[in-house]
Nanobody, 121 residues
Framework: QVQLVESGGGSAQAGGSLRISCVAS????????MGWFRQSPGKEREGVAF???????YYADSVKGRFTVSRNDANNTLYLQMDMLKPEDTGMYYC???????????????WGQGTQVTVSS
């Protein structure tokens, strides 16, 4: 059974930084694809950053150049380093594990409980 547990969310000022983590069990973060999604009130869930089994990262245009996704295979943890934060980055951030590629939301059957990120102006 796959279990994903996020941590590290919190509050930051615009322009600041936060790092969130996702510890996986029952799933190797180096396989297929791991990703971060976020959902803000009144908005649809959106994919933020992904990392495939070859370690290649993919980013939404809205976070490109500001966010960095990485993983530590030894401790089976996925990270999202968020720099130059903006108020529009506010939302619940979810870690998810894919059974296939990074590009189809339906291929992510396993999700964490989420961690809240709040950015104030």
């Amino acid at each position: 059974q796959v279990q994903l547990v996020e941590s590290g969310g919190g509050s930051a000022q615009a322009g600041g930084s936060l790092r969130i983590s996702c510890v996986a069990s029952g799933y190797a973060v180096s396989r297929d694809c791991m990703g971060w999604f976020r959902q803000s009130p009144g908005k649809e869930r959106e994919g933020v950053a992904f990392i495939g089994n070859k370690g290649i990262p993919y980013y939404a245009d809205s976070v490109k150049g500001r966010f960095t996704v990485s993983r530590n295979d030894a401790n089976n943890t996925l990270y999202l380093q968020m720099d130059m934060l903006k108020p529009e980055d506010t939302g619940m951030y979810y870690c998810a594990a894919s059974k296939d590629d990074c590009f189809t939301v339906s291929h992510f059957p396993a999700w964490g409980q989420g961690t809240q990120v709040t950015v104030s102006s």
